[in-house]
């Protein structure tokens, strides 16, 4: 459940025991913002329907949080969000966008999620290219994305969140990510026409689309 922000959608509990009802486990998305105004029982509505809520925060600085996200509070609000509903046994799962604000923080971010006790992080680059054929790009995010340069620096940042999860509760997604992350990147910022799935999709782990299409 996406958006916009979900949250706003005052049927969406109603929605979340409608789909529970009938076998469909739900994932809110949100920028939790408004987390901490769940009352009671929507909070009992989110745990029994085994509902996961996943909250973007892309950095745990104050400063770089409300610069990225363009708003006050924009990580004071989801912190009160998510100690709540981790309180209340809720699975939380947290949605971090890779970009040149904050790929030099990868690696304590992770430390402080797991400090909170989230158990799963999902990083991902910036992506501005539209998923929808009659709706240009959003332009003005590609900037946005890292630099070639600042590879090596998420190379290391990789490299401590992966053995640091190996002895701690929180998983990440960078050992998938690193297999074509860095490509991605590199093909962003090089005038190549190559369409960049078609050379990295067989190294995902949707390889199997990969074979049907290629």
Known sequence: LGGGEPLLFKEMFEIVRY???RGIECTILTNGMLLDRFSQDQIDTIRECKTTVSVSIDSFSNEKQELIRGVSGALTQPIKGLEK???NDINVNICT???SYNYDGLFDLVKKANELNVHNIKFQPIIFISNYPDTDPIHDKKHLNVLPEHLLEIK???KLISNYQKKS???????????WFFDYIIYLHSNKEDLF????????WCAQ???VIS
């Open 169 to 179: 509760k929180i998983k990440t997604n960078v050992d998938l990510l690193e297999k």
């Open 209 to 211: 689309i990969h074979d």
């Open 197 to 204: 799935f078609k050379k990295a999709l067989n190294r995902f």
């Open 19 to 21: 789909a529970h009802e």
């Open 97 to 99: 966008v890779i970009s």
């Open 85 to 87: 509903v981790l309180q």
């Open 156 to 158: 290391k940042q990789f």
